[in-house]
């Protein structure tokens, strides 16, 4: 079928009168925009979910030690691990439950749901009272997240144009450490016992991300519902104005919106996806690119968990850095990890998924190995320490934000926000919850040697996950989603 202006495109943005059937341009529409004003909105309004992701974490790191010397907590180390594994089981399932109601109700509903329970649930972390309020206050945050993820995820893969859409999603998951960055100045500022009595300061740096959320609703306002959504659930007129109301905005910007070809997509006419075939597509179907999915998000769960949750206790239990201090080094090696998507971003939508994913995880597990060995046996001060740290996540960062690459475009449309869900919950439960309580109680032996054995599990992950991802991996670069992974309703060219 040879299409020839814009007008002959809309008309196959509707249903198809004949037997059920939905012919849409609007993907390939989506996908022919050049980059304009509203992308960077919707980068801002929903990006911003790394970011406080990045803030919970960097937070939860960062005043460890005051939780420890807290009147009213007095944890011990291994209590922080606890409390960072509930942060993550609540991401998990989070996910899971969130992830379902995304691809069957909508992706605008549900980023609306996950944020508030977020800015709710982190708001009571500030008001914690013991142990088992602040573990229940912080899994109920990580749900928020986890939820967040899946809906967010998707929306952003289903509105960026397929030539950069490598090169924005690792862009935006290095906002991560915008956030972390944030939560390392705040910690260092909130902190302070000369500012705040020392069981108020913490209290405070929770605070700051309920803030955030609140603004961040407000932005979500003018955010439409993603047109590929609403084509698989048999509203085509719906997504047809969504289209055509982005496209009139790049014109009324003077920019001149494209109008070549772009090949229509016939699917048939569904309320929702059935849980069997969501089961038969990712266990059967694509069982490869789901042993792809679970290697990556494993290896980076456990790996950025693991060291993360309790970087700010390796450096007071081993370099004797005070509490109040752990900001300092949090910034620089926060600086590293948002570089490293910016600066090899590009490469992924260039040189190809598949060798850069093999890459960047192989060189994060042989950097650990190294500098693991170097702190094993007493060769690193604490500023070399942080600079091994900053070069190794440099990588790290860029392979751990192509997993949630991996997973959010390789899998069909109908299912693509559970597909996130899956396997950042296997993933997670797999590598995230046992990384932080394992490595917490690696440090409570205070033997260096003991904590060097968890850095080689890590490392050797992130190296079996390479491989698994250059021999397995999908050369997803610049090609449309419906390309990459056909819908499941989609209906067979006829000859």
């Not at 939860?60 to 005051?66: D, F, K, M, T, Y």
């Not at 944890?75 to 996910?95: M, P, R, T």
């Amino acid at each position: 079928m040879t299409q020839t202006s814009a007008e002959h495109h809309s008309s196959h943005a509707g249903s198809a009168a004949k037997a059920g059937i939905i012919e849409t341009d609007l993907p390939g529409r989506l996908d022919r925009l050049p980059w304009g004003r509203f992308h960077t909105l919707i980068v801002l309004a929903l990006g911003i979910t790394w970011l406080l992701d990045g803030l919970e974490v960097t937070l939860a790191g960062a005043v460890a030690s005051a939780l420890k010397t807290s009147p009213a907590l007095r944890f011990s180390n291994a209590d922080v691990g606890v409390a960072g594994s509930a942060y993550i089981a609540g991401a998990v399932l989070g996910a899971l439950g969130f992830g379902w109601l995304t691809d069957r109700l909508g992706r605008r509903k549900l980023f609306f749901i996950t944020l508030f329970l977020y800015a709710a649930a982190t708001a009571a972390t500030a008001f914690s009272w013991d142990l088992a309020s602040f573990v229940l206050f912080r899994f109920l945050t990580g749900a928020g997240i986890g939820g967040e993820y899946t809906a967010i995820n998707s929306t952003i893969q289903e509105f960026t144009p397929a030539r950069v859409r490598g090169w924005t999603d690792l862009a935006i998951n290095g906002t991560f450490w915008i956030g972390a960055g944030i939560g390392a100045a705040g910690s260092l500022v909130l902190l302070d016992p000369g500012l705040l009595p020392p069981d108020w300061g913490w209290r405070a740096c929770f605070l700051i991300g309920a803030v955030l959320a609140l603004t961040i609703l407000f932005m979500r306002m003018w955010v439409p519902e993603s047109p590929r959504w609403l084509i698989t659930h048999n509203r085509a007129d719906e997504a047809r104005e969504i289209v055509e109301g982005i496209e009139a905005q790049f014109r009324e910007h003077g920019v001149t919106v494209p109008d070549t070809p772009v090949k229509p997509l016939r699917l048939h006419a569904r309320e929702h996806t059935k849980m069997r075939e969501v089961v038969d597509t990712l266990f059967r179907a694509h069982r490869q690119r789901s042993l792809v999915g679970l290697a990556l998000m494993t290896a980076q769960a456990f790996f950025y968990n693991a060291i993360f949750f309790t970087y700010a206790l390796v450096l007071t239990d081993f370099y004797g850095v005070p509490g109040d201090h752990i900001g300092w080094y949090v910034l620089p090696f926060a600086a590293g990890n948002f570089l490293g998507p910016i600066v090899l971003g590009k490469l992924f939508d260039v040189i190809g998924r598949r060798r850069m994913i093999a890459f960047t995880y192989a060189i994060s597990g042989v950097l650990l190995t190294i500098s693991g060995y170097l702190f094993a046996h007493g060769m690193l001060t604490v500023t070399t320490q942080t600079v091994a740290w900053m070069v190794i996540f440099f990588f790290a960062s860029a392979a751990a934000s192509s997993a949630y690459l991996t997973v959010s475009e390789t899998f069909p449309l109908e299912i693509r926000a559970l597909a996130i869900a899956v396997f950042y919950a296997f993933g997670t439960a797999l590598g995230g919850i046992i990384g932080p309580t394992l490595f917490g109680r690696l440090i409570d032996t205070h033997e260096r040697g003991a904590v060097f054995a968890g850095y080689l599990i890590g490392s050797a992950l992130m190296i079996a996950a390479g491989i698994v991802a250059g021999i397995w991996g999908v050369a997803a670069e610049r090609k449309s989603l419906e390309d990459v992974a056909r819908p499941l309703s989609s209906v067979a060219d006829e000859a």
